[in-house]
């Protein structure tokens, strides 16, 4: 059992930039992997980036590669995601999702791969 708590989101202009947080608990969560995925109005969510934690591999989506970086906090069992250089087409709300290793592959871009899910937090870049 996973618990995901997330944090950061809010309203910034184009070029600017934010940090989202993901605070995990459970007895199992150093078995997981943490994805970040995006949701707008009228479209689907998108995979975004994940950090396959134990393993160190970090991958992202062609729209953020070189933009979002996402890290993690091992003591606090806290995952960001560092998103800067934020364009318009940003805008969505954002999930912190984790999953079991082993359950998709290694570099899963699908969010029926994720067992839990945090609440959202919506991002907004202004135009």
């Known amino acids: 059992q996973v618990q995901l708590v997330e944090s950061g989101g809010g309203l910034v202009q184009t070029g600017g930039s934010l940090r989202l947080s993901c605070a995990a608990s459970?007895?199992?969560?150093?078995?997981?992997?943490i994805g970040w995925f995006r949701q707008a109005p009228g479209k689907e969510r998108d995979f975004v980036a994940a950090d396959t934690w134990s393993s160190g591999i970090t991958y992202y989506a062609d729209s953020v590669e070189g933009r979002f970086t996402i890290s993690r906090d091992n003591a606090k069992n806290t995952v960001f995601l560092q998103m800067s250089s934020l364009k318009p087409e940003d805008t969505a709300i954002y999930y912190c999702?984790?999953?079991?290793?082993?359950?998709?592959?290694?570099?899963?871009?699908?969010?029926?791969?994720?067992?839990?899910w945090g609440q959202g937090t919506q991002v907004t870049v202004s135009s």
């Open positions: 459970g007895r199992f969560f150093s078995s997981y992997y």
């Open positions: 999702a984790a999953r079991r290793a082993g359950q998709g592959t290694i570099q899963s871009r699908w969010p029926r791969d994720y067992d839990y």
